[in-house]
């Protein structure tokens, strides 16, 4: 089954319907399937093997989802927050590649290296044949760069089967009632942005894009496009928190938020409980490399671990929830030995959705199935998950590992902080020292003994920070994820 399959049942279901709102532009479901059919009649015409997107997406995106599907040749859409010799450098690696770009990163390239401008794609006084071919379920639809903050970006093949595995196991076709919107915010290279498109159109939701993220404007879309469901990633949230919390406002359509992208402090959670009382909050954890959503927290889950009195059913506010159906989690240990409930080790994925196959490395599965997710993670004895940070991520003091996870959860709760990352810090005499990077909340800045203190009160001496730093902000990818290697490299300079 191809991806351009989803939009076809889509057009033959209600092809007048409204599909996607991008700023002043509004597409019906009959409109996209021939700006579809115009842009794979070009791709197909051209003789390339693969399409390059850069550009902040929009209508843009799902049009070229379906075109290359139906040319039969996958697409990937760039980072555009890098620079020209990166997106280059990226560009360079795909087979014969076709470029689309918006208009403001063509000079990336030069006019003559981009085969189509993002404005020409969706012209509408233009049409083209449809193309024949139906790619194999098995060919790549989608490759995406991982975002290779700490080595060279990583090409994540996904394919037909493992994204519509993903969308038919998720939603039903045509599901949603006839006033729903989703408000799609996330950036176009990010799987979740093409979760969303592809999902939402499945189950009939009308698309608005908001193609560059202001938790302003965010509000303002909600109320103007009556959007009824939406999904951001941490950085957003709370962006959007404290923007309702300084100027509170009425989102009287929205019923459902979720939220997802790295590992989620417990104090952001319950300021969005009391921010957004009247909304269904869903904590939406999964990698590139398994198509979008592993596990979730429901808006059950959120209402009952917020208000229990049971402090192990609390402490699941802080989980990511329960495996989706069709998908398998185990934790190992080292040895690769699955692991009881409680034990802390690396969180393996197996089922459809699942690709774990790199272009340029072939596939990582082991013999089973089971991907590895370098992510340290344990179950409580109800099949909750809690991620405890990236393998990699560990700190090695005086040959004990400590999980950066660990203080960091403890440290968050502390009332005068409002972001930390902890890393470890070359040191002579422990090999590494544990250093806390704190964004203070509003007014004055915390002690640093007081704060060493508050955590010392919750866990062993050896994980109390040996160093507290101070910043403005934490640097982090467009997505939410601390650039930790970034903050190690500024405290070795210090």
């Known amino acids: 089954m191809s991806i351009s399959l989803l939009l076809e049942r889509v057009v033959g279901d209600q092809p007048d319907r409204t599909v996607i709102v991008d700023g002043d532009r509004r597409l019906s479901a009959g409109q996209l399937s021939r700006l579809v059919d115009r842009a794979a009649a070009v791709l197909a015409a051209s003789g390339c ?63 003559a290296a981009v085969g189509m401008s993002s404005d020409e794609l969706l012209a509408t006084d233009t049409t083209g044949q449809l193309t024949s071919g139906v790619p194999d379920s ?4 989608v490759m995406l760069f991982t975002s290779g903050t700490t080595a060279r970006p990583k090409a994540v093949e996904l394919t037909h089967r493992n994204l519509t ?5 998720t939603v039903e076709f045509a599901s949603a009632a006839t006033d729903e919107t989703a408000l799609i915010c996330v950036p176009p290279y990010h799987i979740a942005g093409v979760a969303a498109a592809l999902s939402n159109l499945y189950a009939g939701r009308r698309l608005v894009y908001l193609r560059q993220f202001d938790p302003a404007e965010w509000v303002r879309l909600v109320n103007a496009e009556s959007v009824t469901t939406t999904g951001v990633v941490l950085t957003m949230l709370e962006r959007i928190v404290s923007t309702l919390e300084s100027r509170p406002t009425r989102l009287p359509t929205l019923r459902d938020l979720s939220y997802g992208g790295s590992m989620v402090p417990v104090p952001l959670v319950r300021r969005a409980l009391t921010a957004l009382p009247d909304v269904d909050l869903v904590n939406a954890y999964g990698l590139t490399e398994t198509s979008s959503t592993v596990s979730i927290l429901t808006p059950e889950d959120h209402r009952l671990c917020s208000g229990s009195t049971d402090e192990a059913v609390r402490r699941r506010l802080g989980s990511v929830g329960r495996p989706v159906p069709g998908i398998e989690i185990q934790i190992r240990d080292a040895d690769g030995t699955p692991l009881p409930a409680g034990r802390t080790g ?55 590992n400590i999980a950066p996870a660990e203080i960091e959860a403890v440290l968050v709760e502390h009332p005068r902080v409002r972001q930390v990352a902890v890393v470890g810090a070359d040191d002579a005499e422990w090999g590494q020292i544990v250093v806390a990077v704190v964004v203070a909340a509003d007014g004055p800045t915390p002690d640093p003994a007081e704060l060493r203190e508050f955590v010392r009160g919750t866990l062993r001496g050896s994980r109390t920070p040996d160093r507290i730093v101070f910043r403005a902000e934490l640097p982090t990818t467009p997505t939410g994820k601390v650039l930790r290697r970034q903050l190690i490299d500024e405290l070795s300079a210090t």
């Open 49 to 111: 093997r693969h399409v390059a997107y850069v550009g902040t997406g929009g209508a843009t995106l799902p049009v070229l989802l379906f075109a290359a599907a139906r040319a039969g040749v996958p697409i990937s859409p760039l980072n555009y927050r890098l620079g020209a010799a990166s997106l280059r450098d990226l560009v360079d690696r795909l087979d014969c590649p076709f470029v689309v770009a918006d208009a403001e990163y063509v000079h990336h390239f030069g006019a």
């Open 138 to 141: 098995e060919s790549v639809a």
């Open 165 to 169: 595995s993903f969308v038919t196991g």
């Open 346 to 400: 690396e969180l393996f994925v197996r089922g459809r959705r699942v690709s774990g196959r790199y272009a340029e490395l072939g596939s990582v599965l082991d013999p089973a199935g089971w991907f590895a997710t370098k992510d340290l993670a344990h179950v409580d004895d109800a099949g909750y998950l809690f991620l405890c940070g990236r393998s990699d991520d560990t700190i090695i003091r005086g040959g004990e």
